[in-house]
């Protein structure tokens, strides 16, 4: 689908659009945090320790959003920790997507690779990928790498069934007899021939995948097995802001507010792309 009509059919759906502004300001933001000014993310000062936000009573200028338990800034923060969560969640996904994709092809085309990577993804499937993901951090520990090595392990069955779907579909289509009419290898068909026609909807799962183990990433650091603490994540932001809620409300609010608009904005975009990928279903919504 050509860009500008893409553009246009997003201009039409303004919750789409609004979500995608949303993740490019958070996004901009978080990339423009070092030259905004703010006060440096793990810089504490006790004196400032629980400090309202500049909009609340008694609060200060210096911390616009307030500061937590330590005397830190919240906004410096939560913008650093914005950079750490996509990175861990999109990374991941692009890391599950690289393993899934091929097998999900492999297992479309070929019968014997089929009974095989199925087999496996059914085991996998068989267990929460939460569960997957806590055994996996287990064994390698927390930290930034390993979190992303942790969620793509937990992730990569979604893409090779999905894939594996749009090959069994693809691989009796008219211009697949004719690669093989013409002498195209297996492997050319597979990669040059099939692969494109499924390019989009691993697109779409990544986009939507990337929101779920947005929400994995903060609920492993939240409880503490995920990012390691010198670096600011909102899972962990909003586990410290717990020792205090029920006198301070601050702590907590710009980290879970950033969490579930990225969150929602990223289904949100997502439910989009998937309209945009199927005719019918695009049709429904207009009627």
Request: charged share 15%; proline share 6%; glycine share 8%.
């Given at each position: 689908?050509?860009f500008?009509v893409?553009?246009?059919r997003l201009?039409?759906?303004?919750v ?6 949303i ?5 901009a ?8 000014g703010l006060r ?17 009573r ?9 500061a937590?338990g330590?005397g830190?800034?919240?906004?410096s923060r ?9 990175a ?6 692009v890391?599950?997507?690289v393993?899934?994709v091929p ?7 070929n ?11 059914d ?5 929460p ?36 779907g ?5 691989r009796?289509?008219d ?6 009419a013409?002498?195209c290898?297996p492997?050319?068909?597979l ?7 499924a ?17 994995q990433?903060?609920g ?24 205090t ?9 710009l980290?879970?507010?950033m ?6 904005s990223?289904n949100?975009f997502?439910?989009w ?6 005719p019918?279903?695009?049709?429904t919504?207009?009627?």
């Amino acid at each position: 689908m050509r860009f500008p009509v893409l553009v246009r059919r997003l201009l039409e759906r303004p919750v789409a659009l609004v979500s995608l502004v949303i993740l490019v300001s958070i996004l901009a933001l978080s990339v423009a945090a070092p030259i905004l000014g703010l006060r440096d993310a793990n810089r504490a000062e006790l004196t400032e320790r629980l400090m309202p936000p500049s909009f609340a009573r008694g609060g200060s200028p210096i911390h616009l959003f307030g500061a937590d338990g330590q005397g830190r800034d919240i906004l410096s923060r939560a913008l650093w920790a914005a950079r750490v969560s996509f990175a861990i969640s999109f990374g991941a996904a692009v890391l599950a997507a690289v393993i899934g994709v091929p097998l999900g092809l492999l297992s479309g085309y070929n019968r014997v690779a089929d009974s095989v990577i199925m087999r496996v993804v059914d085991v996998q499937l068989s267990f929460p990928s939460i569960i997957v993901a806590l055994a996996l951090v287990a064994v390698l520990g927390p930290g930034i790498t390993n979190l992303i090595l942790v969620l793509g392990l937990s992730g990569w069955v979604e893409y090779a069934r999905v894939i594996r779907g749009e090959v069994l579909s693809l691989r009796e289509r008219d211009f697949v007899e004719a690669a093989k009419a013409i002498g195209c290898t297996p492997t050319r068909i597979l990669f040059f021939h099939v692969m494109p026609h499924a390019v989009s909807s691993a697109l779409i799962l990544w986009t939507i995948q990337g929101a779920r183990f947005m929400l994995q990433e903060a609920g492993l650091s939240y409880l503490g097995l995920g990012v390691p603490a010198q670096y600011p994540s909102w899972g962990g932001m909003l586990s410290e802001a717990q020792k205090t809620v029920f006198y301070t409300w601050w702590p907590a609010l710009l980290p879970g507010v950033m969490l579930t608009l990225s969150v929602l904005s990223i289904n949100l975009f997502g439910e989009w792309l998937v309209e945009m990928h199927n005719p019918r279903l695009r049709q429904t919504k207009a009627g």
